[in-house]
């Protein structure tokens, strides 16, 4: 199986709205006989119920907007992919919100098992360590748990564009590697600037540095793009680049650099027509490009 996670898997909950007996407003304020916390946890295990109280007695929150999607109900749940905020506790309860990732804030908070939340090991900087809990493990990483921790945290320690990672994510790679040396990636960052950093096996065994990824100097970029259009010219010597008005430069996470702009060049029946351009680069040179006629 060929698993490529760049942008997270959603879950189902989206929002929870006030319905029938689970209402998240009545959930607001920690009771009397609770005891105030205010700790962060990471958690254990997955689907891991949210209870409107502290007690199986107590229904578990049901998620509106998927429930009326898949016509039943569709119950909020926790896993270990989410960090939680404890507001408080009442006996072996403890009240969480999610924290991370923030978007499910305001519908993943109620009452869950204390026993299924940690405390995030850290390091003598305090700096997180990840360890296998915080990883969804299958028969494909799971002859690789030690290579594949170890490369998270390294990747989380040494790649300055990975302060944001998701360790959930790490898989192996369907399409770099070998058997004796397989590559695995995690994603880091977050929407738009999300992306998968590698590193194999090999890497992690000979202690190599997962440093991020050098951008190609900028120049070099325009220079190889306006290249690629006089290559690709009917009228090589007629192609004029635009490298000021319409130029622009965008250097991505991972390391790579989009270079979009136009030109003008003359095409098989003499005349001259303008296009548009994009070119994808990294530091080793250019990727891909394409150009089309400008409307």
Request: aromatic residues 10%; contains cysteine; hydrophobic residues 35%.
């Amino acid at each position: 199986m060929t698993k490529c996670k760049l942008i997270f898997m959603l879950p189902l909950a989206l929002l929870i709205f006030q319905y029938g007996h689970a209402v998240a407003g009545d959930m607001i304020e920690c009771g009397s006989s609770s005891t105030k916390t205010g700790k962060t946890y990471k958690v254990n295990g997955s689907d891991i119920n949210v209870r409107s109280g502290p007690g199986t007695n107590h229904d578990r929150i049901i998620n509106q907007k998927a429930s009326s999607i898949f016509k039943k109900n569709i119950y909020v749940t926790i896993d270990n992919t989410v960090t939680v905020y404890e507001e408080c506790t009442q006996g072996e309860w403890s009240k969480v919100r999610v924290t991370d990732p923030d978007w499910l804030s305001n519908s993943h908070r109620g009452w869950v098992l204390s026993k299924f939340l940690r405390k995030k090991q850290t390091d003598a900087a305090g700096k997180e360590i990840f360890t296998e809990k915080d990883f969804i493990w299958d028969n494909n990483t799971s002859p690789y748990k030690e290579i594949i921790v170890a490369g998270v945290n390294k990747v989380y320690r040494e790649n300055a564009r990975c302060k944001d990672i998701d360790p959930s994510s790490a898989y192996i790679s369907g399409s770099k590697g070998t058997k004796d040396n397989p590559v695995f990636f995690v994603t880091c960052g977050k929407g738009s600037n999300a992306f998968n950093a590698f590193f194999s096996k090999a890497d992690v065994e000979k202690d190599k540095r997962l440093t991020e990824k050098k951008h190609i100097d900028k120049s070099q970029a325009v220079d190889l793009c306006e290249a690629y259009a006089k290559q690709h010219a009917t009228h090589p010597s007629t192609v004029d680049f635009s490298r000021i008005m319409d130029l622009a430069i965008t250097e991505h996470p991972n390391g790579r650099t989009r270079v979009t702009s136009t030109f003008t060049a003359k095409n098989s029946f003499n005349l001259e027509v303008k296009f548009n351009i994009s070119c994808l680069l990294e530091d080793s040179g250019l990727i891909e490009a394409n150009i089309i006629e400008s409307k």
